[in-house]
């Protein structure tokens, strides 16, 4: 059980392009997803909390107009890298955590490459 | 402030037992967690300690001392897969969002 999926595993996008992200909790319900970013070797870096029905709740220093987050269903939530720029590229990771339990169960991340 | 320290590498054997320590300081605290990450995948979840105490899962076994803010993992009967990048995480209430340690990358060898 808690089983959390991403989709693409692997995107290669041109610079200012937007690509989309999307984080499914696959036999679970989740009203509290999490949306963080890994840069090679480094620790995972919390980018916004997404909660269903509502806006998400970025951290300082993430642009909430350009890493675009839509939690519409308990099942599902989205991030949109508008305009990627090189810089953007990194591993991002989303995590969902079982409504009513403490734990977060991730996904197995997508890497995403801006040419 | 908030802070979670773990040393940043290990080395241990094939078939010894290592013990990796967290220690945290938070402004609130619900419980402690543990992931394990290999390299270039996501973390998996190994363990969730909310009371002191010890508690084991077949080689895995977590502790925690609340009063102390600390915890450790404790690897038995290591194997060449446990290689690999262990986080400390504290959940300090603050909406629910965990405090993430760097890591502790472990490596064991035959």
């Known amino acids: 059980g808690a089983v959390v999926s991403q989709h693409p595993s692997r995107v290669i996008c041109k610079s200012g392009t937007s690509v989309k992200i999307e984080c499914r909790s696959l036999?679970?319900?989740?009203?509290?997803m999490f949306w963080y970013r890994q840069f090679p070797k480094k620790s995972l870096m919390l980018m916004a909390t997404s909660n269903e029905g509502s806006k998400a709740t970025y951290e300082q220093g993430v642009e909430k107009d350009k890493f675009l987050i839509n939690h519409a269903s308990l099942t599902l939530s989205t991030l949109t890298v508008t305009s990627a720029h090189p810089e953007d590229s990194s591993f991002y990771i989303c995590?969902?955590?079982?409504?009513?339990?403490?734990?977060?169960?991730f996904g197995p991340g997508t890497r995403l490459t801006v040419l | 402030g908030q802070n979670i320290d773990q040393p940043t590498e290990m080395t241990a054997t094939e078939g010894a037992i290592v013990q990796i320590n967290c220690t945290y300081q938070t402004s609130g605290f619900n419980g402690l967690f543990w992931y394990q990450q290999h390299a270039g995948e996501a973390p998996t979840f190994l363990s969730y300690n909310v009371l002191d105490g010890l508690e084991e899962k077949g080689r895995f076994s977590s502790f925690l001392s609340r009063s102390k803010g600390y915890s450790y993992l404790l690897l038995k009967e290591l194997q060449m897969k446990d290689s690999a990048s262990y986080l400390c995480?504290?959940?300090?209430?603050?909406?629910?969002?965990?405090?993430w340690g760097l890591g502790t990358s472990l490596a064991v060898n035959p």
């Open positions: 995480a504290a959940d300090a209430g603050n909406n629910r969002k965990l405090i």
């Open positions: 995590s969902a955590r079982p409504t009513g339990t403490d734990t977060q169960y």
């Open positions: 036999d679970f319900q989740a009203t509290t």
